[in-house]
């Protein structure tokens, strides 16, 4: 073999080599931060002001985006419809394509980018400025006091936006499709009640958001932790964070929905 | 043991990746001194204090505080250790998102389990020792360097340590904020009745308030003693820090190829084409 065909094969196995070293440090570190956890659940008043940071600041941004992408869903849902003649099943696919998929999948989207990057912002600036060096010297686990009541505020706070997002929706749908269109009220709701499985459709779709929120949480407090401790670090890890957390989603959504919906 | 130093550290090693950080460290910290560590920036000065306070482990040696090896001590050992040992991070580490009072606090109400009405009493005083109390409200971000600082040193005070680390306490201060910091490191030592370790490599600040100093160079302890032996010193190294000298046995340049040889030769690198 060629020199240059060596060199490119040690660095292809470096880079695979790094990848599987980081992913088995972060497994780590997830378990770390669960073992840790008992302080987030003991001293609540952490983890709640945590929720209000991720969670409730991120309102804004979900609440909006459900009811554009609601309204949207009502335009273009009416116009394919309509084509069949079966205008009146509008609720019915406003409220599945929502509480199934784009409830979850782009409640998390946004959650990744508003609060998942702001996590991992803090956390590598808290490490950049000692902060987590001068508690660790203070006798105080930074994994117990600064990670796990982040990591619990972003599994609790995502199936909560992703319901909110879905409920926005669905009301937007309602907004462009009962209001401006004009079609029945009646039977935008009661087709809608009568296809929406609680079980099938809505738990599918709450399972999928908190699995979203602890992927999302693991990598926003990860990358934070593990970051370089300077500016040029911290604006790195919070840019992987949204990447990272962004494929992993759709990554793992796909799994999720083979699994959840086999057509039966 | 009742008569051990707080802080003795025997034949130590350490290295990062298989290089070498410190070689062979031998130190002892008496009851209620104030020792220097100096050095120039990258010989291991910081390193030791991360040693002592158990954040890294020996790759040989030992570091004993309080009568126990530092290294051998589990988690729960460890955190019971740094209890007692206070910390002063080069800018503070002032939690940002805590007021002055809060910071100063947070030890307290992690650790002592006191009632609010005894800790704000304990905050108040600790503030007042640094001359701070009527800050108490402020935030981190309101501070000068220098009045962070003494927050952060009312917080490293506020479990009452044995020991306490100082690490660049002096760095990018005003002539007055530099010798506020002095005074109080002198003050509390002595009125506690601690001991302190300062890493620091500004020199004349610390000649006026410290009991002995190690010289660190390349990861050694090339020189010790007390200030004035220091100022006597005919070592070069010590010589030239202590005079500030640009040359010496630390060289002005950083090591390179031949000079001539260097701009005599054909010019091979091309201008990056995004400048």
Redesign the interface.
Known sequence: MNPSALDLLRRLGHFVTDRLWRLGFASRFLMMTVLYSGAAFRRLHLTIREIYFTGVLSLIIILVSGLFVGMVLGLQGYDTLQRYGSSEALGVLVALSLVRELGPVVAALLFASRAGSAITAEIGL?KA???L??M??????PIA?VIAPRFWAGVVSMPLLAALFSALGIFGGYLVGVQLIGVDAGSFWSQMQAAVDFRQDIMNGVIKSVVFGAIISWIAVFEGYDCEPTAEGVSGATTRTVVTSSLAILAADFMLTAFMFRGE | MADEPPVLIRDLNFAYDRRPVLTGINMVIPRGAVVAIMGLSGCGKTTTLRLIGGQLKPTSGEVRVAGQVVHELDDAGLYALRRRMGMLFQFGALFTDLSVFDNVAFPLREHSGLPEEMIRDLVLMKLNAVGLRGAHHLMPAELSGGMARRVALARAIALDPLLIMYDEPFAGLDPISLSIIGALIRKLNDALGISSIIVTHDIQESLKIVDYIYFMADGKVVAEGTAEDIRRSQEPFVHQFIWGEPDGPVNFHYPARAYREELMEQPNRPRPWWT
């Open positions: 808290m400025t000692e902060q060096s001068a660790e010297m203070m006798a105080v686990n006091r």
